[in-house]
């Protein structure tokens, strides 16, 4: 028991050193062994169950540690570099026009995308039609999966209901903050902030 432990921590290191690029190959023949030792051991039939416990312990350790490897091999083989390795650093992104201070607050004020006012959603269904495009527009721009036209009708429906009593106008803004789209909702008078 106490080999097949130092034999799983030498095995550990050894693909520690491989993945930080210190080995130039994979510690197969190691592996191998501590594939046969735990082989062994399990075909044996430990009657005490102090022992049969320090061996499955020792066996799941094994386990976890090789599904881990498993997964760090295939991010390798994905592409993903090993550090400490020094190659061509990737290209730098290309400068976007609001690198500088002034443009970057000028896109904070241009946050806002559209404003749609709307009193009564059934009968002004090609107002309710041109908030969801606007919306869906504006959450793949910023990469986020776009939501159902049948909850964004429900939302829109539910949100008149409850602000806007007598007919009154609810302004809906879809708004971008922090890489996120929001729709924000306000009565109209309330929004001409």
């Known amino acids: ?10 095995l ?6 491989f993945f930080a690029g210190r080995l130039p190959r994979l510690p197969w ?3 191998t062994r501590v594939e046969a030792l735990v082989k062994r051991h399990d075909r044996a039939g ?6 049969r416990f320090r061996f499955e312990t020792l066996q799941s350790k094994f386990a976890t540690f090789c599904e881990l490897w498993e997964r ?10 090993r550090p400490g390795r020094t190659g061509a650093p990737p290209p730098p992104p290309p400068p976007s ?11 904070k004020k241009r946050e806002r995308v559209v404003q749609v006012a709307l009193s009564d959603p059934n009968a002004q ?17 910023t990469g986020e999966a ?18 806007g009593g007598d007919g009154q106008d609810i302004a809906f803004r879809i708004a971008t903050k922090n890489g996120k789209v929001q729709l924000e909702v306000k009565p109209a008078k309330e929004s001409k902030d």
């Not at 430990?46 to 022992?51: E, I, K, L, P």
């Not at 269904?125 to 721009?141: I, M, N, P």
């Not at 776009?146 to 602000?163: E, G, S, T, W, Y």
């Open 1 to 10: 028991m106490q080999i097949l432990e130092g034999e799983i921590r030498r």
């Open 72 to 81: 760090q091999l295939k991010q390798l083989e994905g592409g993903r570099p």
């Open 46 to 51: 430990m009657r005490n169950t102090a022992d």
């Open 146 to 163: 776009p939501i159902p036209f049948d909850r964004v009708a429900a939302l829109v429906k539910a949100q008149v209901n409850k602000l």
């Open 29 to 31: 023949e190691t592996r």
């Open 97 to 107: 026009p609001s690198d500088t201070p002034k443009e970057a607050k000028r896109d």
């Open 125 to 141: 269904g090609d107002r309710v039609k041109e908030l969801y495009e606007r919306l869906a527009e504006a959450k793949k721009a």
């Open 12 to 17: 550990e290191a050894e693909y520690n050193m």
